[in-house]
Protein backbone atom coordinates (compact mmCIF):
# COMPACT_ATOMS: atom_id res chain seq x y z
CA UNK A 1 0.00 0.00 0.00
CA UNK A 2 1.61 3.69 -1.19
CA UNK A 3 2.16 5.47 1.94
CA UNK A 4 4.07 8.66 3.45
CA UNK A 5 5.13 9.62 6.71
CA UNK A 6 6.32 12.95 7.60
CA UNK A 7 8.73 14.19 10.48
CA UNK A 8 8.74 15.74 12.29
CA UNK A 9 4.97 16.80 13.12
CA UNK A 10 5.55 20.05 13.95
CA UNK A 11 8.76 21.95 14.37
CA UNK A 12 10.56 25.01 15.79
CA UNK A 13 13.34 27.11 14.84
CA UNK A 14 14.90 30.36 15.70
CA UNK A 15 15.45 32.57 12.84
CA UNK A 16 19.20 31.73 11.08
CA UNK A 17 18.61 28.14 12.92
CA UNK A 18 19.14 25.52 9.64
CA UNK A 19 17.63 22.25 9.87
CA UNK A 20 15.60 19.10 7.37
CA UNK A 21 12.04 18.03 7.23
CA UNK A 22 11.76 14.63 6.09
CA UNK A 23 9.60 12.77 4.12
CA UNK A 24 9.40 8.77 3.95
CA UNK A 25 7.28 7.13 1.28
CA UNK A 26 6.67 3.54 0.36
CA UNK A 27 5.34 3.58 -3.11
CA UNK A 28 5.54 0.72 -6.04
CA UNK A 29 7.30 2.84 -8.30
CA UNK A 30 7.19 6.53 -8.31
CA UNK A 31 6.06 8.34 -10.87
CA UNK A 32 7.07 11.83 -9.02
CA UNK A 33 7.56 13.45 -5.15
CA UNK A 34 6.27 16.75 -4.51
CA UNK A 35 6.62 19.49 -1.91
CA UNK A 36 4.07 21.65 -1.32
CA UNK A 37 3.50 24.90 1.50
CA UNK A 38 0.61 25.60 3.28
CA UNK A 39 -0.42 28.90 5.05
CA UNK A 40 -3.08 29.15 7.36
CA UNK A 41 -6.37 29.94 6.01
CA UNK A 42 -4.90 28.98 2.24
CA UNK A 43 -4.71 25.90 -0.09
CA UNK A 44 -1.24 24.20 -0.66
CA UNK A 45 0.92 26.22 -2.97
CA UNK A 46 3.18 24.18 -4.98
CA UNK A 47 7.50 24.32 -3.93
CA UNK A 48 9.07 21.52 -5.87
CA UNK A 49 9.15 18.31 -8.12
CA UNK A 50 11.42 15.08 -7.57
CA UNK A 51 11.42 12.51 -10.45
CA UNK A 52 14.29 10.13 -8.91
CA UNK A 53 16.76 9.44 -6.66
CA UNK A 54 19.59 12.27 -6.70
CA UNK A 55 17.88 14.62 -7.88
CA UNK A 56 17.47 17.86 -6.12
CA UNK A 57 15.46 21.18 -6.45
CA UNK A 58 16.36 24.53 -4.99
CA UNK A 59 14.42 27.82 -4.48
CA UNK A 60 15.49 30.93 -2.66
CA UNK A 61 16.26 28.92 1.41
CA UNK A 62 14.49 25.83 0.47
CA UNK A 63 16.54 22.75 -1.15
CA UNK A 64 14.27 19.14 -1.71
CA UNK A 65 16.49 16.37 -2.21
CA UNK A 66 15.27 12.52 -3.31
CA UNK A 67 16.29 8.72 -2.21
CA UNK A 68 14.26 5.72 -2.99
CA UNK A 69 13.06 5.64 0.37
CA UNK A 70 13.07 9.64 1.49
CA UNK A 71 12.97 13.09 0.65
CA UNK A 72 14.26 16.24 2.26
CA UNK A 73 13.65 19.74 2.88
CA UNK A 74 16.11 21.66 4.13
CA UNK A 75 15.40 24.86 5.48
CA UNK A 76 18.88 27.66 5.33
CA UNK A 77 19.12 30.24 7.88
CA UNK A 78 15.07 30.25 7.71
CA UNK A 79 13.20 33.80 8.19
CA UNK A 80 9.79 34.71 9.90
CA UNK A 81 8.06 34.49 6.79
CA UNK A 82 9.10 30.36 6.07
CA UNK A 83 6.32 29.66 9.06
CA UNK A 84 3.80 27.33 7.31
CA UNK A 85 3.13 23.60 6.93
CA UNK A 86 5.09 21.75 4.70
CA UNK A 87 3.03 18.70 2.76
CA UNK A 88 4.90 16.00 1.32
CA UNK A 89 2.84 14.21 -1.42
CA UNK A 90 3.40 11.23 -3.98
CA UNK A 91 2.04 9.81 -7.21
CA UNK A 92 2.63 6.60 -7.99
CA UNK A 93 3.04 4.80 -11.70
CA UNK A 94 0.33 2.13 -10.78
CA UNK A 95 -2.39 4.10 -9.62
CA UNK A 96 -2.56 6.66 -12.32
CA UNK A 97 -1.63 10.22 -12.83
CA UNK A 98 -4.61 11.55 -11.13
CA UNK A 99 -3.56 10.26 -7.55
CA UNK A 100 -1.54 12.09 -4.89
CA UNK A 101 -0.91 10.87 -1.66
CA UNK A 102 -0.13 13.24 0.91
CA UNK A 103 1.65 12.98 4.52
CA UNK A 104 0.32 14.60 7.40
CA UNK A 105 2.52 17.65 6.77
CA UNK A 106 5.65 19.19 9.21
CA UNK A 107 4.35 22.56 10.69
CA UNK A 108 7.37 25.14 11.17
CA UNK A 109 7.51 28.14 13.23
CA UNK A 110 10.35 30.27 12.46
CA UNK A 111 11.02 32.17 15.88
CA UNK A 112 12.29 36.16 15.26
CA UNK B 1 -9.46 36.43 -12.24
CA UNK B 2 -6.50 34.02 -12.04
CA UNK B 3 -5.77 30.27 -10.06
CA UNK B 4 -8.44 28.35 -8.29
CA UNK B 5 -11.51 29.99 -6.62
CA UNK B 6 -13.77 28.66 -4.13
CA UNK B 7 -16.68 29.91 -2.58
CA UNK B 8 -18.30 30.07 -0.03
CA UNK B 9 -15.05 30.00 2.02
CA UNK B 10 -17.43 29.00 5.51
CA UNK B 11 -20.13 27.40 5.67
CA UNK B 12 -22.25 25.95 8.74
CA UNK B 13 -24.78 24.00 8.30
CA UNK B 14 -27.61 21.68 9.98
CA UNK B 15 -27.64 17.93 9.30
CA UNK B 16 -30.44 17.97 7.56
CA UNK B 17 -29.35 21.06 5.11
CA UNK B 18 -28.45 20.50 1.52
CA UNK B 19 -25.68 23.01 0.20
CA UNK B 20 -23.68 23.34 -2.51
CA UNK B 21 -19.46 24.48 -2.38
CA UNK B 22 -18.36 26.12 -5.89
CA UNK B 23 -15.10 25.85 -7.49
CA UNK B 24 -13.81 28.09 -10.56
CA UNK B 25 -10.23 27.94 -11.88
CA UNK B 26 -8.76 30.21 -14.87
CA UNK B 27 -5.69 28.01 -15.61
CA UNK B 28 -7.30 26.36 -19.09
CA UNK B 29 -6.34 22.91 -16.74
CA UNK B 30 -8.12 19.87 -18.02
CA UNK B 31 -8.33 18.01 -14.74
CA UNK B 32 -10.11 19.19 -11.35
CA UNK B 33 -10.16 17.55 -7.92
CA UNK B 34 -12.19 17.54 -4.65
CA UNK B 35 -9.99 17.02 -1.26
CA UNK B 36 -11.00 17.02 2.09
CA UNK B 37 -8.57 18.27 4.69
CA UNK B 38 -9.03 17.34 8.52
CA UNK B 39 -6.77 17.90 11.25
CA UNK B 40 -4.06 15.86 12.33
CA UNK B 41 -4.95 13.54 8.65
CA UNK B 42 -3.34 13.79 5.23
CA UNK B 43 -5.38 15.52 2.58
CA UNK B 44 -8.13 13.18 1.08
CA UNK B 45 -8.55 12.94 -2.40
CA UNK B 46 -12.29 12.78 -2.94
CA UNK B 47 -13.62 12.81 -6.64
CA UNK B 48 -11.35 13.61 -9.75
CA UNK B 49 -12.77 15.15 -13.23
CA UNK B 50 -10.97 14.24 -15.90
CA UNK B 51 -12.10 16.47 -19.41
CA UNK B 52 -15.28 16.64 -17.55
CA UNK B 53 -15.81 12.88 -16.86
CA UNK B 54 -15.21 11.76 -12.82
CA UNK B 55 -12.77 8.77 -13.06
CA UNK B 56 -12.31 8.53 -9.38
CA UNK B 57 -14.29 8.02 -6.49
CA UNK B 58 -12.85 7.00 -3.61
CA UNK B 59 -15.02 5.37 -1.70
CA UNK B 60 -16.85 8.55 -0.79
CA UNK B 61 -20.27 8.44 0.91
CA UNK B 62 -23.39 9.54 -0.98
CA UNK B 63 -24.03 11.99 0.91
CA UNK B 64 -21.62 13.90 -1.08
CA UNK B 65 -22.39 14.51 -5.00
CA UNK B 66 -19.99 16.44 -7.40
CA UNK B 67 -20.50 17.87 -10.80
CA UNK B 68 -18.41 19.30 -13.34
CA UNK B 69 -20.69 20.88 -16.04
CA UNK B 70 -17.55 22.17 -17.85
CA UNK B 71 -13.50 22.15 -17.66
CA UNK B 72 -13.62 25.24 -15.47
CA UNK B 73 -16.51 24.61 -12.95
CA UNK B 74 -16.54 21.86 -10.26
CA UNK B 75 -19.63 21.52 -7.47
CA UNK B 76 -19.54 19.34 -4.47
CA UNK B 77 -23.08 19.32 -3.72
CA UNK B 78 -24.16 18.38 0.27
CA UNK B 79 -27.18 17.10 1.87
CA UNK B 80 -27.43 15.16 4.81
CA UNK B 81 -24.37 15.34 6.39
CA UNK B 82 -22.74 14.02 9.44
CA UNK B 83 -20.87 15.96 12.51
CA UNK B 84 -17.43 14.24 11.01
CA UNK B 85 -18.01 16.07 7.76
CA UNK B 86 -16.65 19.15 9.38
CA UNK B 87 -13.50 19.57 7.81
CA UNK B 88 -11.70 22.23 5.06
CA UNK B 89 -12.78 21.34 1.34
CA UNK B 90 -10.22 21.93 -1.20
CA UNK B 91 -10.78 22.15 -4.65
CA UNK B 92 -7.63 21.71 -7.14
CA UNK B 93 -6.93 21.73 -10.66
CA UNK B 94 -3.92 20.63 -12.79
CA UNK B 95 -3.17 19.96 -16.90
CA UNK B 96 -3.39 16.06 -17.49
CA UNK B 97 -3.10 14.65 -14.22
CA UNK B 98 0.29 16.24 -13.66
CA UNK B 99 0.95 16.08 -9.56
CA UNK B 100 1.84 20.00 -9.97
CA UNK B 101 -1.35 20.78 -8.80
CA UNK B 102 -2.53 24.24 -7.81
CA UNK B 103 -5.21 24.37 -4.85
CA UNK B 104 -7.95 27.05 -3.93
CA UNK B 105 -8.45 28.46 -0.66
CA UNK B 106 -10.73 25.71 0.62
CA UNK B 107 -14.35 25.93 2.10
CA UNK B 108 -14.05 25.35 5.72
CA UNK B 109 -17.40 23.42 6.67
CA UNK B 110 -18.96 22.85 9.98
CA UNK B 111 -21.90 20.27 10.27
CA UNK B 112 -24.00 20.86 13.54
Known amino acids: EDQVTQSPEALRLQEGESSSLNCSYT??????LFWYRQDPGKGPEFLFTLYSAGEEKEKERLKATLTKKESFLHITAPKPEDSATYLC?????????????FGTGTRLTVIP | ETGVTQTPRHLVMGMTNKKSLKCEQH?????MYWYKQSAKKPLELMFVYSLEERVENNSVPSRFSPECPNSSHLFLHLHTLQPEDSALYLCASSQDGAGRAYFGAGTRLSVL
Open chain 1, 27 to 32: VSGLRG
Open chain 2, 27 to 31: LGHNA
Open chain 1, 89 to 101: AVQALQTGANNLF
